[in-house]
């Protein structure tokens, strides 16, 4: 079995109401991460709904060459 931390959230109270949150940066981090997971599984679904292309790689790589 294992135990995990789990970081308190400091609450900035403003006129005896909570007004704003201080939580660990990791756990702020991981916050940020989620929209950015949303959109790119709403992306990957979007993708999936297309039909396969096959191309050679010359092709790919004479369309997708590196802006130096």
């Known amino acids: 079995m294992s135990t995990t931390k789990r970081k308190q959230v400091r609450i900035i109270l403003e006129n005896g109401k909570p007004a704003a949150g201080i939580l660990d940066i990791a756990a702020y981090r991981k916050l940020l991460e989620r929209p950015e997971d949303a959109q790119d599984l709403k992306m990957l679904e979007r993708?999936?709904?297309?039909?396969?292309?096959?191309?050679?790689l010359d092709e790919f790589l004479a369309e997708n060459r590196p802006r130096v």
Do not use: C, D
């Open 47 to 56: 993708m999936r709904k297309k039909p396969l292309k096959f191309r050679k």
